[in-house]
T-cell receptor
Framework: GAGVSQSPRYKVAKRGQDVALRCDPI?????LFWYQQALGQGPEFLTY????????KSGLPSDRFFAERPEGSVSTLKIQRTQQEDSAVYLC?????????????FGPGTRLTVL | GQNIDQPTEMTATEGAIVQINCTYQ??????LFWYQQHAGEAPTFLSY????GLEEKGRFSSFLSRSKGYSYLLLKELQMKDSASYLC?????????????FGKGTRLSVIA
């Protein structure tokens, strides 16, 4: 596609439910990043993939958060047993290269609300 | 540690010039990015500085001083559509494509 797409755009979950958020990066982009953005804050890093390899997951806030990118393109961020503090916008970004600073292009985000 | 500071909010008048400052302290440095983010939308790339000096791109310019850990984004001839959050972000690893570290963003309101 022309840009990074994410689905769903909005998700409401009851506390304790599991959710799965999908990211379709720009075709051919090697690097993929997940960020969490709370209201009125800047994006905070969650995890990073280079192709199918998860190179950094230091930003995942707990073991309830899990991400995968099995074929090096589409990625899924899964949150198990959601809590109210998980409510945020989850942004996905992709960039073309594996080396250098790159230029991440962001998707529109998934706004997760946990009731 | 990593620390990126920018003002929380700014207000400016349509047609005027506004400067949004950003200071950073990171373990490494491989470039500074500015993104614009309208409410409910994705951040969109505005500028990238890796060397000291001013980069001009139309109504937007960005300046970097690596020795001072300082950058600013200059917006000229402000338009109402420039009302948005402006995010300063640093790439802190010169050896790879690592995640950007973002500031909290500056919410700019352009008034008539």
């Amino acid at each position: 596609g022309a840009g990074v797409s994410q689905s769903p755009r909005y998700k409401v979950a009851k506390r304790g439910q599991d959710v799965a958020l999908r990211c379709d990066p720009i075709s051919g982009h090697v690097s993929l990043f997940w960020y969490q953005q709370a209201l009125g804050q800047g994006p905070e890093f969650l995890t990073y993939f280079q192709n199918e390899a998860q190179l950094d997951k230091s930003g995942l806030p707990s073991d309830r958060f899990f991400a995968e990118r099995p074929e090096g393109s589409v990625s899924t961020l899964k949150i198990q047993r959601t809590q109210q503090e998980d409510s945020a916008v989850y942004l996905c970004a992709s960039s073309l290269l594996a080396g250098g600073p790159g230029l991440p292009f962001f998707g529109p985000g998934t706004r997760l609300t946990v009731l | 540690g990593q620390n990126i500071d920018q003002p929380t909010e700014m207000t400016a008048t349509e047609g005027a010039i506004v400067q949004i400052n950003c200071t950073y302290q990171t373990s490494g440095f491989n470039g500074l990015f500015w993104y614009q983010q309208h409410a409910g939308e994705a951040p969109t790339f505005l500028s990238y500085n890796v060397l000291d000096g001013l980069e001009e791109k139309g109504r937007f310019s960005s300046f970097l001083s690596r020795s001072k850990g300082y950058s600013y984004l200059l917006l000229k001839e402000l338009q109402m559509k420039d009302s948005a959050s402006y995010l300063c972000a640093v790439s802190d690893n010169p050896f790879g494509n690592t995640p950007l570290v973002f500031g909290k963003g500056t919410r700019l309101s352009v008034i008539a």
